[in-house]
């Protein structure tokens, strides 16, 4: 079935090492989004991609940077993770922008930051 | 800006009964769209049903429908004939027009369903 890939499902890393979450679609999708999702609480977006043309959200830290390197991929990188860098990533994708389009979302890559 | 309010951030239902989730929402725009996401644990979130904003009938999918009151700002989800499967993690969004016209979701809280057997 065409899905939204997330790789790894789940993620340690250390306070401060680099770390790549990986997005990969099979929907053939022009946009890919990533949003943050806290413990309880609501997702909240990051960026997103329209084809190759990168979204930052105002809030989104420097921290948190993404690349698309074609349509089927996405990666979030996080260069430096502290321990309020934990949480669920999630992933989605849709054909367009508009209001009519459905996202569709990834299993989500969850992070832990020790 | 766009709010989404969940007020509940649990709620219980006995298989086979009916619960119904609240959400309230706020935009200054006129065409948008209102969306129930449900997230089951560990697995992906999936839209339940959506709603148009200028469609003054309430949309239906199965056993889910909305009761969309636009001049209240209120955009309720009623889950009839409750089954295991439905526990999940339900969420509102909104997803706003002119000014947010590329698709942005504003999520609310959540509402967590218990089920019981």
């Known amino acids: 079935d065409a899905m939204v890939i997330q790789n790894p499902r789940y993620q340690v890393t250390q306070f401060g090492k680099p770390v790549t979450l990986s997005c990969s679609q099979t929907?053939?999708?022009?946009?890919m989004y990533w949003y943050q999702q806290k413990s309880s609480q609501a997702p909240k977006l990051l960026f997103h991609y329209y084809d190759k043309d990168f979204n930052n959200e105002a809030d989104t830290p420097d921290n948190f940077q993404s690349r698309r390197p074609n349509t089927s991929f996405c990666f979030l990188d996080i260069r430096s993770p502290g321990l309020g860098d934990a949480a669920m990533y999630l992933c989605?994708?849709?054909?367009?922008?508009?209001?009519?389009?459905?996202?569709?979302f990834g299993p989500g890559t969850r992070l832990t930051v020790l | 800006a766009q709010t989404v309010t969940q007020s509940q951030p649990e709620m219980s239902v006995q298989e086979a009964e009916t619960v119904t989730l609240s959400c309230t929402y706020d935009t200054s725009e006129s065409d948008y769209y209102l969306f129930w996401y449900k997230q089951p644990p560990s697995r992906q979130m999936i839209l339940v049903i959506r709603q148009e904003a200028y469609k003054q009938q309430n949309a239906t999918e199965n056993r889910f429908s909305v009761n969309f009151q636009k001049a209240a700002k209120s955009f309720s989800l009623k889950i009839s004939d409750s089954q295991l499967g439905d526990a999940a993690m339900y969420f509102c969004a909104l997803r706003g027009g002119l000014t947010d016209s590329w698709g942005k979701l504003q999520f609310g809280a959540g509402t967590q369903v218990v089920v019981t057997p």
């Open positions: 929907l053939n999708h022009n946009v």
């Open positions: 989605a994708t849709s054909r367009e922008r508009g209001l009519t389009d459905t996202q569709y």
